[in-house]
Nanobody, 121 residues
Framework: QVQLVESGGGLVQPGGSLRLSCAASGSFFTIYGMGWYRQAPGKQRELVAGITSGGSTNYADPVKGRFTISRDNAKNTVYLQMNSLKFEDTAVYYC???????????????WGLGTQVTVSS
């Protein structure tokens, strides 16, 4: 059983910062890519940022230059540093990881339950 547990969400004023964390636990063989998605009310879930096991990163255009994704492979944890937050960053943020389980030939996608980020004055 694999679990992804997010933390670090909350209420912040515009221009402020938050740091999200997501730790993977359970029995797995390999964690490949990890990433953060978000879903605002009435909108579809969208990719925010992704990072490969080797550390290559990609970002959605709205967050480039403001958000930074990183990971600690020893801790099976991915982070999202969010700076210069805007009202439109308000959403539930979900952690995603592509994980291969023992005795499985192919990896699968796993999701956390989400953490709320609210940007409000």
């Amino acid at each position: 059983q694999v679990q992804l547990v997010e933390s670090g969400g909350g209420l912040v004023q515009p221009g402020g910062s938050l740091r999200l964390s997501c730790a993977a636990s359970g029995s797995f063989f390999t964690i490949y890519g990890m990433g953060w998605y978000r879903q605002a009310p009435g909108k579809q879930r969208e990719l925010v940022a992704g990072i490969t096991s080797g550390g290559s990163t990609n970002y959605a255009d709205p967050v480039k230059g403001r958000f930074t994704i990183s990971r600690d492979n020893a801790k099976n944890t991915v982070y999202l540093q969010m700076n210069s937050l805007k009202f439109e960053d308000t959403a539930v943020y979900y952690c995603n990881a592509r994980i291969r389980l023992p005795l499985h030939l192919e990896p699968g996608d796993y999701w956390g339950l989400g953490t709320q980020v609210t940007v409000s004055s």
